[in-house]
């Protein structure tokens, strides 16, 4: 005997455009090889949310619905069922302002699960379970992003390819600068450029964090003839989709740091979406890129080799959030993320000479034993 509950599509994909409620439709199956006799063939659909920050842990069920199958006469309280397939079919609305599944997340999860039971007399019950995911589509076009202003008598302009991407995209990002009085002027007055990928958490109605997930520096930067570079940036492949209802908020955007010669700062931010794979529009791809985007996997780049331990994406100490210092295994690893701490990132010297140095950067990582070797003796205190 078993009982068995089937989703055609166990994936709710919701959408704020479209007026049509959103259904769950499924069978719940009992399969008995001898007569059994039920009380009740119950199902239960719960949403619950279990959001942790720091100290605090807030548990809440977002969705509840629940259907009876078995019928008895009304002086029987339970009934007999012949051997063979029995199956019942069930069909639920869906809100359109329920909350995304989330799981795995250093800040909590959202579940939506579904539970059949049959209930019989003087035995254990029959228990099946299922989960459904809810995902979001997003609510804007797939089409260019673009940033324009005026700093320093130069004018720039940043122009993302796409504003919708899904994980371990690469974000291209135009940018054009020019003088205002003398456009065909090259910059040169640039000294670098620093580039942040962020991901901004917000657990309404007041709490809000931001880690960073991508951080890339270029010194001297090079611009063509007609003033226009392309940034490059890969996204990690751990980072969460993008998110807005009435529990939570989460939301990505590229800062990009421009350090003029002079030592003062502009400061750019682009607001990028990151979604599901099948969410994400298919776009034509740049042919200057063709031969990198036929490549499947992506191996991590040697600068990101060269980043000490508090760098590395899956490490939690010292700067990880209190909500995610807990022991983790290596499955939890690739969720957890780095607070965008400006000081511990531009003031690391360190960071910066391995990052700029041409022949530590081409170079091969070294040895373990090169490592021992090369590692600072300890002296003992007199």
């Given at each position: 005997m078993s009982l068995k509950i089937r989703i055609p599509n166990p994936v709710i994909v919701l959408d704020d455009n479209v007026d049509t409620p959103t259904t769950l439709s499924g069978t719940v199956e009992l399969e008995l090889k001898e007569s059994m006799r039920l009380k009740a063939i119950k199902l239960t659909l719960v949403g619950r949310t279990k959001l942790q920050w720091r100290e605090n842990v807030v548990k809440r069920t977002v969705l509840t619905r629940g259907w009876s199958f078995l019928e008895h006469d009304h002086h029987k309280k339970s009934t007999i069922l012949p051997a063979g397939k029995h199956s019942w079919p069930f069909e639920a609305t869906l809100p359109n302002n329920l909350p995304e599944t989330i799981q795995g997340s250093s800040y909590g999860d959202i579940r939506y699960t579904l539970k059949a039971e049959a209930v019989r007399t003087f035995a254990k019950n029959l228990i099946a379970r299922s989960g459904i995911e809810i995902r979001r589509r997003p609510n804007v076009s797939q089409q260019p992003v673009?940033?324009?202003?005026?700093?320093?008598?130069?004018?720039?302009?940043?122009?993302?390819?796409q504003s919708i991407h899904k994980r371990n995209d690469r974000l291209l990002i135009d940018m054009y600068m020019m003088y205002r009085q003398d456009p065909a002027t090259p910059v040169s007055s640039i000294q670098s450029i620093t580039t942040i990928f962020k991901e901004n958490i917000s657990i309404l109605p007041s709490t809000h964090d931001t880690r960073t997930l991508r951080f890339l520096r270029e010194n001297g930067t090079s611009f063509s003839q007609r003033n226009h570079t392309v940034m490059d940036i890969r996204i990690p492949r751990f980072t969460q989709y993008d998110s807005n209802n009435n529990l939570f908020s989460i939301k990505h955007e590229v800062e990009f740091t421009l350090t003029m010669a002079n030592k003062q700062e502009c400061r750019v931010t682009l607001p990028i979406i990151i979604a599901h794979d099948e969410l994400?529009?298919?776009?034509?791809?740049?042919?200057?890129?063709?031969?990198?985007?036929?490549q499947e996997e992506w191996l991590p780049s040697y600068a990101d080799a060269l980043l000490p331990p508090m760098y590395m994406e899956h490490d939690l100490s010292p700067y990880s959030s209190p909500a995610s210092s807990a022991a983790s295994t290596p499955a939890d690893e690739p969720e957890d993320w780095l607070p965008a701490d400006a000081s511990a990132i531009v003031d690391s010297n360190w960071l910066t000479a391995s990052l700029m140095d041409p022949t530590c950067r081409f170079s091969r990582l070294p040895s373990y034993d090169t490592a021992m070797m090369a590692a600072p003796a300890t002296t003992s205190a007199f």
């Open positions: 673009r940033v324009a202003g005026e700093y320093n008598h130069i004018t720039y302009e940043m122009v993302s390819r994400v529009p298919a776009l034509s791809r740049n042919r200057d890129h063709d031969s990198y985007d036929q």
